[in-house]
């Protein structure tokens, strides 16, 4: 990669702006925007400027050209005799902000391995799917989409691991400037036609409460409110509806008064107390359930996903000395519904796309 620009100075002074560009009112006083080179991703010997916003690098144009056709005709357009030039360079115009420009070149030029290295990796992503989408970068686009799949997967494996590493936010803020929010993703997958990113980013969202889904919400990180279109507002709340339902008739199916295993190991107890603790333990874990779901555990209250895995996590642990965890059933019995649990959840996520009014080929 070139050194940083030479100094501004000499910048500004090779800075070459068409009277013609300017308004008629500005012209008799030659006032000239103040272009910044940006250091990030320039280079001295690029015959190219790139300017987004207020600022500019020089990248070379065969390079360019070689990743994009699109680009490519961009820069063929270009009017040696009519375009501003930069530093002597023509300038192609991209109206896109200069971060996400500069994030572009920078992955174009560097690769993408220690950009998606970074905590705010998915936002990464998301920018230069964005871009790469835009500007017809089609190996980027790959890996971007590929990067972004991690966060909104297609299996239920990628997402329970997501779900693990995604960490919890303290504010909508804090959210925003790491993670994409969901309604961006659906407009996002949309918009640049990768169906298999909406029915995890719809899930995700139909975890929210519906009015905050339907009033859309304001990206600190792009200025933008994003809002989802009536289609697919419809879309997501027919689905929270039948994700609700299928909890539902899975808690009165497989937890509400289960009985114990036909090879319970606590029927055998010399203890007759004892042959009814299993049953006692998914009793408590219905109970718990119930609770969740009617807003206790704060957050939690649309996630079957979730509520489905906890009420294994309730009986995984032993309990203290000297207090047996009521929640565990016998070994026999925790496995059964571990058992029921995967397969139900496995079922759940099969039928997220046809919940959601999505065609999605390969999902699951
Ligand atoms: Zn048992």
């Not at 990030?40 to 020089?58: K, M, R, T």
């Not at 691991?161 to 996002?188: C, K, T, Y």
């Not at 996590?313 to 649990?341: I, K, S």
């Amino acid at each position: 990669m070139a050194s940083l620009s030479s100094n501004s100075h000499q910048a500004e002074k090779q800075r070459v702006l068409s009277q013609d560009r300017l308004p008629k009112s500005t012209r008799e006083i030659e006032v000239i925007p103040a272009f910044r080179r940006r250091s990030s991703v320039s280079f001295d010997d690029g015959n190219l400027a790139i300017l987004a916003g207020q600022s500019y690098i020089l990248v070379h144009r065969g390079f360019i050209c070689r990743h994009s056709a699109y680009l490519a005709e961009l820069a063929e357009n270009l009017k040696s005799d009519s375009c501003i030039r930069l530093e002597g360079r023509p300038v192609l115009e991209l109206k896109e902000p200069a971060e996400d420009v500069s994030l572009l070149f920078h992955a174009l030029y560097d690769g993408v391995t220690t950009l998606f290295q970074q905590s705010t990796n998915l936002r990464i992503a998301f920018v230069l799917f964005r871009l790469s989408s835009t500007y017809h970068i089609e190996k980027l686009r790959s890996e971007a989409l590929a990067f972004l799949k991690k966060g909104w997967p297609s299996s239920l494996g990628q997402w329970d691991r997501r779900e693990r590493h995604v960490p919890r936010f303290d504010s909508d803020f804090a959210r925003a400037m790491l993670l994409p929010h969901p309604i961006a993703v659906i407009n996002l997958a949309r918009r640049f036609n990768a169906p298999e990113l909406l029915p995890a980013a719809l899930y995700e969202l139909s975890r929210y409460p519906p009015s905050l889904a339907s009033a859309g919400l304001f990206d600190p990180h792009d200025g933008l409110h994003h809002v989802l279109t009536l289609r697919d507002l419809t879309c997501l709340l027919r689905g929270r509806e039948s994700a609700s339902r299928f909890l539902s008739t899975f808690m009165v199916n497989e937890l509400e008064g289960r009985k114990p295993s036909s090879a319970c190991r606590k029927r055998s107890d010399d203890h007759p107390d004892r042959w009814r603790e299993c049953q006692g333990a998914f009793d408590l874990v219905t109970f718990e359930l119930l609770c969740d779901v009617n807003g206790v555990v704060i957050g939690r209250t649309s996630d079957p996903l979730f509520a489905m895995l906890e009420a294994v996590n309730m009986q995984a642990h032993l309990g203290d000395e000297g207090a047996w965890n009521l929640y565990r059933p016998c070994d026999v019995c925790r496995d059964e519904f571990a058992a029921t649990v995967h397969d139900a959840r496995e079922h759940f996520w099969r039928k997220l796309p046809e919940w959601f009014g999505i065609d999605v080929p390969g999902w699951g």
